[in-house]
């Protein structure tokens, strides 16, 4: 999983020379993480942030969000086509993400993430956790 962050980010990294481009810029003020953090036990409470992340034919935008413990994630399907957010290490959603069948155009999927730690996800009927479609949730302590 190391380098999968690592391979994506050196994309992103690429992107933002072009000082026109909206996407790049909010990745490039997103701060480098180099290495998946072990998730934390430890956890916070809702802290009434909310942040939103949207699913575009066939992109994450913001691709890379950081939030505090304790903020709703968002994720609106803004796009036209049938998308997922999946952990690639738990395809069945059993901790958090949304399928298909409950994230179509218009749908809306929503997350507190209590513990710290980094969250790879990926759309399965777009990309992979190396190359299209896929985001990172970075969840720092308060
Ligand atoms: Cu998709």
């Avoid at 180099?34 to 691709?63: M, R, W, Y």
Wanted: with cysteine; charged share 15%.
């Amino acid at each position: 999983m190391v380098g999968v962050v690592l391979g994506g980010l050196g994309v992103m990294a690429g992107c933002a020379a072009d000082p026109d481009d909206s996407l790049a810029a909010q990745q490039a003020t997103t701060p480098a993480v180099l290495v998946t953090v072990p998730q934390s036990q430890e956890e916070f409470p809702p802290n009434g942030v909310v942040s939103d992340v949207l699913a575009i034919d066939n992109n994450f935008v913001p691709a890379a969000l950081t939030v505090e413990a304790g903020t709703e994630v968002v994720f609106l399907n803004n796009g036209r086509n049938d998308h997922n957010i999946v952990p690639p290490d738990d395809l069945t959603v059993s901790e958090w993400g949304v399928l298909d069948a409950d994230f179509m155009p218009g749908d809306s999927y929503s997350h507190v993430f209590t513990r710290p730690g980094t969250y790879v996800y990926v759309c399965t009927i777009h990309g992979t956790a190396t190359a299209g479609m896929f985001g990172t949730i970075v969840v720092t302590a308060p």
